[in-house]
């Protein structure tokens, strides 16, 4: 064994075992979602003007979450109508999905087909709830998580298109807030747990055998 080798297994060994124990597990089927969005259109005179606000709320709908990496996770996500990739990064207990730039289907609004033209944006958020146990845990990314809180936020610099004999031409302008999300499921009992229930248990039945 030459000295590369010899050096390089110890460093790749102590990466692996430090990544490990850094490692969160986010993947299920058993996940809930719960969300509390708006969409705030601004019509130019020309196209009735005022204020339209169209609220969006979703309340424990279930939700896959797919892990890809021991740093990545997705699931569906949208803010109101519109989309996101829910291809989130994790930095420590911080979560970030960063969606490009784009456009929305047409849709009937009040008489008048619109579509929104989206810039960049960031959806965020923080992991508020993970417990250890060997029975449920990830073999490969390690203790569950089981709740995530979303941080408010607002997609900003939204055009709002019309549909128009002519193409589409520029009919006002749009906020979409994103005032709250939670993923969540329910937590697995600690081992520490486990074991005064199995206690307990044991107990229970040595005095009806008694």
Not at 131 to 149: E, H, K, M, Q
Not at 154 to 171: E, Y
Request: aromatic share 8%; charged share 10%.
């Amino acid at each position: 064994m030459n000295i590369l080798t010899k050096v390089a297994l110890p460093a790749l060994t102590l990466f692996a075992m430090v990544s490990t124990a850094n490692a969160l597990s986010f993947e299920g089927t058993d996940w809930s979602y719960s969300q509390n969005s708006r969409l705030v259109i601004t019509l130019n005179p020309a196209f009735g003007g005022g204020i339209q606000n169209i609220p969006d709320s979703v309340v424990n709908q279930p939700k896959t979450v797919n892990q890809t990496a021991f740093n990545k996770f997705d699931f569906p996500l949208t803010i109101g109508s519109i989309p996101g990739t829910g291809d989130f990064t994790v930095t420590g207990l911080a979560v970030r999905d960063t969606n490009n730039a784009g456009t929305t289907p047409w849709q009937v609004v009040n008489g008048i087909t619109l579509r929104a033209v989206y810039p960049t944006f960031n959806v965020d958020g923080l992991i508020t709830g993970t417990n250890s146990n060997p029975l449920y845990d990830d073999p490969i990314y390690g203790n569950r998580v089981y709740s995530i809180t979303g941080t408010p936020t607002s997609v900003t610099g939204i055009v709002i298109q019309a549909q128009t004999m002519f193409g589409a031409v520029t009919a006002g302008s749009a906020v979409a807030h994103l005032d709250s999300w939670n993923l969540s499921r329910s937590p697995v009992p600690e081992p520490g747990t486990m074991l005064i229930i199995a206690a307990g248990l044991a107990g229970l039945a040595k005095r009806r055998k008694g």
